[in-house]
């Protein structure tokens, strides 16, 4: 009879988590400069003011991704004035499927399925942001998989210029 080397419920791996997309370590080394310049990046939001806009760039598994997610975490451990929302474009690749990402993040449940236009999704947004009196951050990661069919420019327009038509409360 053959021997199992391997029975149902064990593994050769410590921790097999660190192997999920979406896994970020506790410990994050050599990274400090590029986590305080994001956050140094997203300062002015919690002063109720629009956080500066930031493209990371670099090769792949340089920490990019972890960085950002590192920083969100603290955000949401911290405060309530500033909503980080995580978008992987790789996933989430047309605008609608992008705002409806926010639109999830902001009110806690999805948009309705069917039968909804982009603007009502995206008014919805910022009138949940103006009355809890909150800054959108979003993170557009992999954001180079917008540019086929000029997407990024879709997804963009609305998100730098939406302070203009829903200006801030007081």
């Known amino acids: 009879m053959k021997k199992n080397l391997l029975m149902w419920d064990e593994t050769l791996f410590r921790d097999p988590e660190v192997f999920e997309i979406d896994y970020v370590p506790e410990q994050f080394n050599h990274r400090d400069a590029q986590i305080r310049e994001l956050a140094f990046q997203v300062k002015p939001g919690l002063r109720g003011a629009r956080p500066l806009n930031t493209i990371c760039r670099g090769l792949p ?25 995580y978008i992987n474009c790789q996933i989430d ?30 008014d919805a947004i910022a009138k949940v942001l103006q009355r809890e009196e909150q800054v959108l951050l979003v993170a557009l990661d992999d954001a180079n998989y917008l540019l086929y069919e000029s997407e990024i420019n879709q997804v963009l327009y609305p998100l730098l210029r939406s302070h203009e038509a829903y200006p801030a409360s007081g």
Request: hydrophobic fraction near 30%; charge should be positive.
């Open 61 to 85: 598994g340089t920490g990019k991704t972890t960085s950002v997610k590192k920083v969100f975490a603290e955000i949401e451990e911290t405060t309530k004035k500033l909503v980080p929302v």
């Open 93 to 122: 690749n047309t605008k609608f499927a992008i705002f409806s990402q926010i639109y999830r993040r902001v009110t806690g449940h999805p948009p309705p399925p069917s039968g909804t236009s982009f603007k009502q999704v995206f």
